[in-house]
């Protein structure tokens, strides 16, 4: 098990900046890729941000130059950095992970970020 531990969202204003965490144990070797998702009430989840392995980012065209993605590999905790915000922003927030050895994809439990106008 890979727990993936989230922290960091809440209530902004249009224009706001917020960060978002996710610890992790650090144990996984055979990761392929960090990301961040959302979902939004009646709509599907969609990828972010990830960040590969190999150092590769990329970005959902309606985040790009706003969202940041990051990870401190000495504390195994991925961010999200999310400047600008706008109300289109209210989603659930989820990390995620995997483990190609075994096959095996992780989940945080979800932050919820709302944005108002």
């Known amino acids: 098990q890979v727990p993936l531990v989230e922290s960091g969202g809440g209530l902004a204003q249009a224009g706001g900046s917020l960060r978002l965490s996710c610890a992790d144990s650090?144990?996984?070797?055979?990761?392929?890729?960090w990301g961040w998702y959302r979902q939004a009430p009646g709509k599907e989840r969609e990828l972010v941000a990830q960040?590969?392995?190999?150092?590769?980012?990329k970005y959902t065209d309606s985040v790009k130059g706003r969202f940041t993605i990051s990870r401190d590999y000495a504390r195994n905790t991925l961010y999200l950095q999310m400047n600008s915000l706008k109300p289109e922003d209210t989603a659930v927030y989820y990390c995620?992970?995997?483990?190609?050895?075994?096959?095996?994809?992780?989940w945080g439990q979800g932050t919820q970020v709302t944005v108002s106008s």
């Open positions: 995620h992970t995997d483990d190609w050895c075994v096959g095996h994809d992780y």
């Open positions: 650090g144990d996984t070797i055979c990761v392929s890729a």
């Open positions: 960040l590969s392995s190999d150092g590769r980012l």
